[in-house]
């Protein structure tokens, strides 16, 4: 009778020689021996894919601590990758078909796709209540400069710069593919000013 704690151990041995491909495949490896899987939310995919990140960049964080380098022969798993996976399925995949489309967003900040996390909260159907979070957060992003530094994000994620509207703005020649942080202020402040509260509409023209 197989142990309830093997399949932990196996993550464990994976994480420490720093193998993406046998934490992969652990999942179909559970299955066959009828055991439950272990990396079953989000979440733990998410920390299990980070300490192969931290353990192949050879960092002192708390990711690079909890695995170990990459053994011999084995590639390292690098940022690139993990944002390679993730964006191989939809966000639908992510947000529990989109139920909780945050689940999404969080995704993407953990892997620091920081320009398609702010484009999908501005742009999609399923984060219209997030809108108000969209600005902020690119804002907050802008002015830290870490959208000059990691808003490219790769494969689908998209710089803050391409984030669109949820419409555009009658008149308006901006285009939903060079639409940046500072239009998305534009645009949201231009609903105060339509109520008449000018002095709310100036902090997000200041």
Same mark, same amino acid.
């Given at each position: 009778?197989?142990?309830?704690?093997? !399949?932990?151990?196996?993550?464990?041995?994976?994480?420490?020689?720093?193998?993406?491909?046998?934490?992969?495949?652990?999942?179909?490896?559970?299955?066959? /021996?009828?055991? !439950?899987?272990?990396?079953?939310?989000?979440?733990?995919?998410?920390?299990?894919? /980070?300490? /192969?990140?931290?353990?192949?960049?050879?960092?002192?964080?708390?990711?690079?601590?909890?695995?170990?380098?990459?053994?011999?022969?084995?590639?390292?798993?690098?940022?690139?990758?993990?944002?390679?996976?993730?964006?191989?399925?939809? !966000?639908?995949?992510?947000?529990?078909?989109?139920?909780?489309?945050?689940?999404?967003?969080?995704?993407?900040?953990?892997?620091?796709?920081?320009?398609?996390?702010?484009?999908?909260?501005?742009?999609?159907?399923?984060?219209?209540?997030?809108?108000?979070?969209?600005?902020?957060?690119?804002?907050?992003?802008?002015?830290?400069?870490?959208?000059?530094? /990691?808003?490219?994000?790769?494969?689908?994620?998209?710089?803050?710069?391409?984030?669109?509207?949820?419409?555009?703005?009658?008149?308006?020649?901006?285009?939903?593919?060079?639409?940046?942080?500072?239009?998305?202020?534009?645009?949201?402040?231009?609903?105060?000013?339509?109520?008449?509260?000018?002095?709310?509409?100036?902090?997000?023209?200041?």
């Amino acid at each position: 009778r197989q142990s309830p704690r093997a !399949p932990y151990q196996a993550l464990v041995c994976a994480l420490l020689a720093g193998d993406a491909r046998c934490v992969d495949s652990l999942g179909g490896v559970l299955q066959g /021996l009828q055991l !439950p899987p272990i990396l079953s939310t989000i979440e733990d995919f998410m920390w299990a894919k /980070l300490v /192969l990140v931290g353990a192949g960049s050879g960092g002192a964080g708390g990711a690079a601590a909890a695995g170990g380098p990459p053994a011999a022969g084995v590639p390292p798993y690098t940022l690139a990758d993990l944002q390679a996976d993730i964006n191989r399925w939809p !966000p639908q995949y992510y947000s529990k078909q989109n139920r909780e489309p945050l689940l999404y967003v969080t995704v993407l900040v953990l892997s620091l796709q920081l320009g398609a996390a702010v484009r999908f909260l501005w742009k999609d159907e399923t984060t219209k209540p997030y809108r108000l979070d969209a600005v902020h957060l690119g804002l907050a992003l802008q002015a830290e400069g870490a959208l000059a530094v /990691l808003g490219g994000g790769s494969g689908a994620a998209q710089d803050a710069s391409s984030a669109a509207t949820p419409s555009a703005a009658p008149g308006s020649s901006t285009s939903s593919s060079s639409a940046d942080v500072a239009s998305m202020a534009l645009q949201y402040g231009r609903k105060f000013l339509a109520a008449g509260d000018s002095a709310t509409a100036l902090h997000y023209y200041w």
